[in-house]
């Protein structure tokens, strides 16, 4: 391990840890009925309000695929308090053996920058994310930084789009996402298909400055907890790269009292019981 460390390669590794996991909304969603007056922003601000628990754990298997069609497994488990956009996320990595340990804490407020901290085994200390490493591979996988970040609702424009896919069974409306600023994303614009039924994006697909789609994201599997429905499988494929990446929720308790002093930079440092 001391050699891997001296050498880089862990620090390599571990830079693409960076989440502030909007993907939570995708997994969660309660009852919802889409009438025809609904514009784009309040179908989307339904799929923002979508959870309503007060906490949530889950435990996620990520699959990455190489374009040489080789495989890796990594394994983490998310843990949440307050709502999106107002709350506090712990991701923790348990497998494989050169991630186990390493985590990051996500704290978001309405109206100020997010805030990210993350900690790291190897080298015992605690040190926050900068918001310039949006366009990073959250755990060298398909998924970047600002793709599971929780972004602010009003950073970007919503226009409800005329097409009506059936998507895993589900009537969807189809919305494009446009940012206010081109600060506030990596994307020149998204098209997300948002499930008529439930508020769940079942499917986005996003595209760069030149207008080119270099990243599609489809959800699948769809099961309640605690009356709360959501997507369990989410796959992204980065199509300019002919990778893709599969995130499976193995796990999902809700409301079951998490401590909020777990949530803070000093905690990361402790050992997990």
Not at 66 to 73: A, M
């Given at each position: 391990m001391n050699s891997l460390i001296r050498s880089g390669r862990l620090q390599r590794r571990l830079k693409y840890v960076n989440a502030g996991l909007l993907f939570l909304p995708l997994f969660f969603c309660g009852a919802f009925s889409l009438y025809a007056q609904d514009d784009a922003k309040s179908i989307m601000s339904r799929v923002y309000e979508q959870d309503t628990s007060h906490d949530a754990t889950l435990r996620a298997t990520l699959e990455i695929t190489?374009?040489?069609?080789?495989?890796?497994?990594k394994k983490f488990i998310i843990s949440r308090i307050g709502s999106f956009g107002n709350g506090k996320t712990i991701v923790r990595f348990t497998d494989p053996v050169e991630l186990r340990g390493v985590k990051l804490l996500s704290v978001n407020k309405p109206g100020v920058p997010d805030q990210q901290w993350i900690y790291m085994p190897a080298t015992e200390r605690v040190r926050s994310i900068s918001p310039r490493e949006q366009s990073e591979r959250f755990a060298g996988s398909d998924f970047t930084y600002e793709d599971i970040?929780?972004?602010p609702f009003n950073n970007f424009t919503y226009q409800l789009l005329p097409a009506e896919d059936v998507i895993e069974n589900h009537k969807t409306s189809k919305i494009m996402?446009?940012?206010t600023a081109s600060a506030n994303s990596q994307y020149k614009f998204i098209y997300y298909w948002v499930a008529q039924d439930v508020p769940c994006i079942l499917h986005a697909e996003m595209y760069d400055e030149g207008g080119r789609k270099i990243r599609e994201m489809h959800a699948s599997g769809l099961r309640k907890v605690s009356g709360i429905c959501g997507a369990r499988k989410t796959e992204m494929q980065s199509l300019l790269d002919g990778t893709?990446?599969?995130l499976t929720i193995d796990e999902a308790h809700?409301?079951?009292?998490?401590?909020?002093a777990m949530f803070t930079p000093e905690s990361l440092e402790k050992n997990e019981p």
């Open positions: 190489g374009k040489d069609g080789r495989g890796i497994k970040a929780e972004h996402a446009t940012p893709k990446s599969v809700l409301n079951t009292g998490l401590d909020s």
